[in-house]
């Protein structure tokens, strides 16, 4: 074990003495797992536990539900039925396998997945990190995980704040970057809500208190994220990023390339998969979504 390693591991044992001082021990020792090379899929990553993955497929469905209808209907003027939504993202789901998209399981077993960027932050940071690791694994063996599934990194961030003693100040609504909605953004809400709190760890933990929390994020997202969306559309040069992505990701969509008509859309929502939706549209106005997709570049 070299010295940036053993350092890793001094700090893992501070974390967990400073959890299990406050009441919180985890059965087991975790074990890190040093990869040497970067997190292709997701690359800014510093470190991951293997649940954030594990629910990733949960994630997206859940967020089908929440906001499917609403974006269909606030960025391309179409009512959609919540059950068209859930065929849709039955249908991506089956073109695109986000588990086997994201996985860890070519860097070999570990409970704490630690990346090369990991030793490019300074240590103080680095120790911050492994407090909000440490968090979720807390959190998992403690069974919270599965019901409040949007405000986990809401609470592991806000342990990792404890922790280093800061606090949040920007609110949700006063973020740009949508993975800093769910990280900062989630842990203000987790803050306010429990901060005042005798121990505000057990209070991350109480199932009624986490669903109350998972609430208010997910009201105050919703417009947030309508409001992303309709944003997107100005944006040409993400647009023609997410347009090359999605044809590599969706073969059938470069058939619209020369043939941008509503009846080809509907055919490839058909082929696709998405039959109801296809149906739920065919006699709705398609030419917001049509300039949808003439302003990714079909
Ligand atoms: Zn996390």
Known sequence: MNNKDKFTQKSLERILDFYSNRGFNLNYFPKLKLVDEDFKELPYTIALVKNEIETFDKFSDLSAKLFGVSIWKEAYHLNVSEDSINELNTAIKKNVNLNSLITLDNYG???IFIFPLYYKISETHQEATLA???W?????????????????????EYAEKLFMNERFVRELEEIEEFREILYQG?????QDKVSHLQNPYEAMLDPKLRSKIEEEFIERLKPVLVKKVKKTFEDKNYLGKFA???IKIFPGLSDLKS???????????KKLGANKL?????DQDLSHLIDYYRLIGF
């Open 109 to 111: 077993g570990g409970d």
């Open 132 to 134: 909000h690791e440490v």
């Open 136 to 156: 979720h694994l807390i959190e998992k063996e403690k069974g919270v995980l599965s019901d409040s599934l949007l405000i986990r990194e809401g609470t592991a």
């Open 186 to 190: 989630a842990g203000k809400i987790v």
């Open 244 to 246: 090359a992505m999605s």
């Open 259 to 269: 043939n941008l008509r509503k009846e080809s859309i509907l055919d490839f929502y």
């Open 278 to 282: 296809a149906e739920e549209i065919k």
